[in-house]
């Protein structure tokens, strides 16, 4: 069996001062484990008050879009502290999910909080 190499990382950053430290960084393989993540009990619960930055990076894919590159083109969305980078397709379709789930309650209120949502 060929070990799954991590797709997805997420830094969660904090400020003191003027300088900037990393309080905890997760991998994930798809998806689906980054929204068990930051479903409820899935160990985004709780997010610290020190945390100011959340960075999710999603890597390029394995074998580029040839037929449509615009899918793997680098972009990065804001919401709230959180950054989603990654290909193109990739961070539409994790945006897409994301308000999937939050419409349906799938989202710790830690993590509606950083993206500043209140539902």
Excluded: W, Y
């Excluded at 003027?18 to 960084?25: A, G, T, V, Y």
């Excluded at 610290?48 to 590159?69: C, D, G, K, R, Y």
């Amino acid at each position: 069996m060929i070990a799954m190499q991590p797709v997805i990382t997420v830094e969660f950053t904090a400020k003191a001062g003027d300088q900037e430290f990393k309080e905890e960084s997760v991998t994930f393989h798809n998806p689906e484990e980054l929204f068990a993540f930051v479903a409820p009990g899935g160990g985004c619960d709780a997010i610290s008050n020190e945390v100011n930055e959340i960075q999710m990076v999603f890597l390029q894919p394995e074998h580029a879009n040839t037929q449509n590159p615009v899918a793997d083109k680098r972009v990065t969305l804001e919401l709230g502290m959180v950054f989603l980078t990654g290909p193109l397709a990739e961070i539409v379709q994790t945006a897409e999910q994301l308000i999937d789930k939050a419409g349906r309650g799938e989202l710790t209120d830690s993590f509606l909080k950083v993206i500043n949502v209140s539902l």
